[in-house]
Structure formats: C-alpha cells, structure tokens
C-alpha cells in the first residue's frame, strides 16, 4: 500500500483545513487508517484512527472535538477534518494504514505510512 497525504497549508487560529490521503491497491477497505503528527522538536503522536470499514472511530484526547477521521472505500481516501485550529496544531501531518480490524493507536501497529503534509496555524 502507498499512501499519499495532502491538503496541508498556512492557516489563522480558529480556521479549518481538510487533509486527504490516498491510497494505492486494492485491499486499501482491509486496511485500517490512522493519522499521526509531528511538531519539530517532538515525538509522533496519534491523532486519530477508523477502522476499515469506517464503523469505529477513535481520538486523541487532544483534538477530540475538534478533529473528524473519515473514509471514502469507493476512493481509497481517508481524510482528517480539522476545525478550531490552534498555533500549537502546526506540525507535519502523516496518514498511515494499519492491517487490522480492530482499533490502534500505536506508532508500531502501522505498516505502511504516507511522505507527510505541513500544516502551520498562525496565531
């Protein structure tokens, strides 16, 4: 599977922005999707993931509320719907699929991840 990431940007605080991930193949529904961050300076963190067939979902407590994972199976897309930007959302951004049914949100449970898009949330 590859996997490609893009809609990232420059944004104000408090604006929202709607990143896309395509995937190649076709066992891209046996898959499930999963998006992660990184700040400079910091760590990879979770962000949110769905499951292949898009029935569960699962947050970061950080961005719950304010951040929709999302699947198009027809597509091979996953996107992230990020609302209530904050300055300290600015990181580079990466899908990544995981081959499994059931929810992960470790980095070490995805097999397969995308080249990552900068997204930078000006106050």
């Known amino acids: 599977v590859q996997l490609q990431a893009f809609g990232g940007g420059l944004v104000q605080a408090g604006d929202s922005l709607r990143l896309s991930c395509t995937a190649s193949g076709r066992t891209f529904s046996s898959y499930g999707m999963g998006w992660f961050r990184q700040a400079p300076g910091k760590e990879r963190e979770f962000l949110a993931t769905?499951?292949?067939?898009?029935?569960?979902?699962y947050y970061a407590d950080s961005v719950k509320g304010r951040f929709t994972i999302s699947r198009d199976n027809a597509n091979n897309t996953v996107y992230l719907q990020m609302n209530s930007l904050k300055p300290e959302d600015t990181a580079v951004y990466y899908c990544?699929?995981?081959?499994?049914?059931?929810?992960?949100?470790?980095?070490?449970?995805?097999?397969?991840w995308g080249q990552g898009t900068l997204v930078t949330v000006s106050s």
């Open positions: 769905v499951t292949w067939s898009g029935a569960s979902t």
């Open positions: 990544a699929a995981a081959h499994t049914t059931v929810v992960v949100t470790a980095l070490y449970d995805y097999d397969y």
